[in-house]
């Protein structure tokens, strides 16, 4: 049975560069502020840090840290690591619950050529739907939200939210609102987005959250600003049949749909 609200967390990560256990302790006392009610928890990209690590690693770290969420029903949506193995990497993150613990992968469909990705990361492979609370869902890393074919493959297949798991830099971010604001009204869909904040990128470059909110009528977006925190917000998801009155932006393109599936040989 569909949720008609439901109550998203966005947690806004004071991310240090080059600690790794630094962040697993904060991310754990973060994750412990999570209220009980909460439908989904999105953490940003390389929250960890920006070093490779092994898919064993990446698991274990995420598996002890959903132990620490209190909110049975919620459903973590893990950020996006530079993991694999070997000379496979790819930016991957997880679904998962204590309900369902199994990890569901989702992968970064396009590395960034700009921050120099490409030269160590493989195109993504997954790009999956998960079903929770009756209410299906996806994710889109970082960059990924640039490119309308990945959003739109999601929401064609039946989500109704999209996460965005990214880390940006400062002088990004008002354009990253855009995106998603563009993102959810032209697919008529929630975008959720998480930024770290309080960090730099390797060349300096400063990442001061910005983490929001993009409502399906392309005329709400609510945001974190820049301090650190845990973030809740609720959403209704009637709001998406109501807009989806008027617009047919989905339903004008869905004899296509075939093609826009597998335009990216997309693993579901």
């Given amino acids: ?3 008609e609200k ?3 967390t966005i947690i806004q990560f004071p991310r240090k560069l080059h600690n790794p256990a630094l962040n697993i302790r904060l991310m754990g006392e973060y994750l412990q502020q999570v209220p009980e009610d909460s439908d989904a928890v ?3 990209e390389t929250w960890l840090g920006g070093e490779k690590i092994p898919i064993e690693q990446y698991e274990e770290t995420a598996f002890s840290l959903l132990a620490k969420l209190k909110a049975p029903q919620c459903l973590l ?3 996006a690591h530079y993991i694999g193995s070997t000379n ?3 930016s991957r993150g997880f679904f998962c619950s204590k309900k369902d613990p199994r990890p569901v992968y989702y992968d970064k469909q396009f590395p960034s050529n700009a921050i120099g990705e490409r030269k160590y990361i493989e195109k993504g492979v997954f790009l999956p739907l998960v079903e929770h609370n009756g209410v299906k869902m996806g ?3 970082c960059v990924d939200l640039f490119y309308p074919e990945v959003v739109r493959s999601l929401a064609i297949r039946g989500a109704l939210i999209i996460f965005n798991p990214a880390s940006i830099p400062e002088h990004r971010a008002s354009m990253w609102q855009q995106l998603g604001v563009a993102r959810a009204s032209e697919n008529t869909v929630y975008v959720v987005m998480a930024n770290n904040t309080a960090s730099r990128y390797p060349d300096g470059r400063a990442v001061e959250g910005g983490s929001f909110i993009a409502f399906p009528d392309g005329a709400t977006l609510l ?3 820049k301090e650190p925190g845990v973030f809740n917000f609720t959403i209704s998801i009637d709001l998406i049949d109501t807009v989806r009155q008027r617009w047919k932006y989905l339903e004008d393109i869905r004899e296509n749909q075939e093609k826009i599936k597998q335009l990216y040989n997309i693993t579901s």
Avoid: T, Y
């Fill in 42 to 44: 999105l953490l940003p």
């Fill in 77 to 79: 949506v893990a950020g």
């Fill in 88 to 90: 496979h990497f790819f």
């Fill in 139 to 141: 994710a889109a890393v």
């Fill in 1 to 3: 049975m569909r949720s």
């Fill in 223 to 225: 945001s974190c600003g």
């Fill in 6 to 8: 439901l109550k998203i």
